[in-house]
């Protein structure tokens, strides 16, 4: 089982960065892929970006390609979501998430385990 938190969201005004951090309890995080979603007011929860245990595959939503970096670092058991360029569009409560698996997942109900949330507002 692993524990996740979130930490680094805010408000920003457009165009700026932000970079958001997702700690996860144990021992065995580099067994994990792990997911950050988004959850605007009124809407479904949305995919964001995915990146395998060994961090060398990544998956984007189209909305975010390109603006958005996922990265891991397994020593510290974190993974992170730097977010550039950032849009009004872009403000919502963002989740990570973790699965033990080996497959490419972008569906948030194939993760097991999710954080807390936290909020990103992006002022125009």
């Known amino acids: 089982q692993v524990h996740l938190v979130e930490s680094g969201g805010g408000l920003v005004q457009a165009g700026d960065s932000l970079r958001l951090s997702c700690a996860a309890s144990?021992?065995?995080?580099?067994?994990?892929?792990m997911g950050w979603f988004r959850q605007a007011p009124g809407k479904e929860r949305e995919f964001v970006a995915y990146?395998?245990?060994?961090?060398?595959?990544?998956r984007y939503a189209d909305s975010v390609k390109g603006r958005f970096t996922i990265s891991r670092d397994n020593a510290k058991n974190t993974v992170y979501l730097q977010m550039n360029s950032l849009k009004p569009e872009d403000t919502a409560v963002y989740y990570c998430?973790?699965?033990?698996?080996?497959?490419?997942?972008?569906?948030?109900?194939?993760?097991?385990?999710w954080g807390q949330g936290t909020q990103v507002t992006v002022s125009s």
């Open positions: 998430a973790a699965r033990s698996t080996r497959v490419v997942i972008i569906k948030s109900n194939e993760y097991d385990y």
């Open positions: 144990g021992r065995t995080f580099s067994t994990y892929v």
């Open positions: 990146i395998s245990k060994s961090g060398t595959v990544t």
